[in-house]
T-cell receptor, first 116, second 116 residues
C-alpha cells in the first residue's frame, strides 16, 4: 500500500546548527503535505502546509524563517529547522493526502529531534 | 473553525474490559472523521475512519459511528487486550477534494493502558 517515508527517524544536533527532515511519498504523488509537531505527551499541532511548487502556508505562531519548508517535487517535502535551540526538541511528523484521492491521509513515521 | 474534544485520560482497564473513548467535534463544513493510534515511540497509524453521517468505521475490533446529530465519533471496543495500550487520537478534516483537504485537527489524545 501507499507509504510515506520520513528521514531521519532520530537526530541529535548541537544548538545553533540546522537540521533537515525529509518527507517522501513512495508510490503516490502529493501536491500538498502537512507538517506537525508533537511535544511529549501532547497532541499534534499543525505547523504548516507544504505546497508543491509554491510557498508553504504557516499556522499562526510558527516562525517561517526558522522552519523552512520546501516542496520541490510531487513526492518530496523537506522541513529544515534553522539555528536549532533546545526548545525545538520535539517529534516532527508529516502527512500526505494522495493527489486526487479523498479521505485518504498517510503519515510518515515521524522524526525525533533533540537539540543539545 | 474546527476543533476536536476527547475525553480526558488516562484510561486504565483490565484485559477483556469494554472500552469507550468519547470524541466530539465542531467543524466548518462537512468533516471526515478519523481515529489514529500511536504506540510508544512510534508515529501515527490510521485506526479507522468515517466520511459521512451514520457511517461506521471499524478495524481490529474497534468501532466508531459518525453521529452528525450529536457531533460525535466515539471509539469503542468490546474486549481490549494488553497490546491495545497506546495513545488514541480523534481527528477531523474538512473540504474533501479541496486544496486544504488533509489538514487534520486533532483531539488532545487519550492514553490507554490495559493490564493483564
Amino acid at each position: 500500500g501507499a507509504v510515506v517515508s520520513q528521514h531521519p527517524s532520530r537526530v541529535i544536533c548541537k544548538s545553533g546548527t540546522s537540521v533537515k527532515i525529509e518527507c517522501r511519498s513512495l508510490d503516490f504523488q502529493a501536491t500538498t503535505m502537512f507538517w506537525y509537531r508533537q511535544f511529549p505527551k501532547q497532541s499534534l499541532m499543525l505547523m504548516a502546509t507544504s505546497n508543491e511548487g509554491s510557498k508553504a502556508t504557516y499556522e499562526q505562531g510558527v516562525e517561517k524563517d526558522k522552519f523552512l519548508i520546501n516542496h520541490a517535487s510531487l513526492t518530496l517535502s523537506t522541513l529544515t529547522v534553522t539555528s536549532a535551540h533546545p526548545e525545538d526538541s520535539s517529534f516532527y511528523i508529516c502527512s500526505a493526502p494522495p493527489t486526487g484521492a479523498v479521505n485518504t491521509i498517510y503519515f510518515g513515521e515521524g522524526s525525533w529531534l533533540t537539540v543539545v | 473553525g474546527n476543533s476536536v474534544t476527547q475525553m480526558e485520560g488516562p484510561v486504565t482497564l483490565s484485559e477483556e474490559a469494554f472500552l469507550t473513548i468519547n470524541c466530539t467535534y465542531t467543524a466548518t463544513g462537512y468533516p471526515s472523521l478519523f481515529w489514529y493510534v500511536q504506540y510508544p515511540g512510534e508515529g501515527l497509524q490510521l485506526l479507522l475512519k468515517a466520511t459521512k453521517a451514520d457511517d461506521k468505521g471499524s478495524n481490529k475490533g474497534f468501532e466508531a459511528t459518525y453521529r452528525k446529530e450529536t457531533t460525535s465519533f466515539h471509539l469503542e471496543k468490546g474486549s481490549v487486550q494488553v497490546s491495545d495500550s497506546a495513545v488514541y487520537f480523534c481527528a477531523l478534516t474538512t473540504n474533501a477534494g479541496g486544496t486544504s483537504y488533509g489538514k487534520l485537527t486533532f483531539g488532545q489524545g487519550t492514553i490507554l493502558t490495559v493490564h493483564p
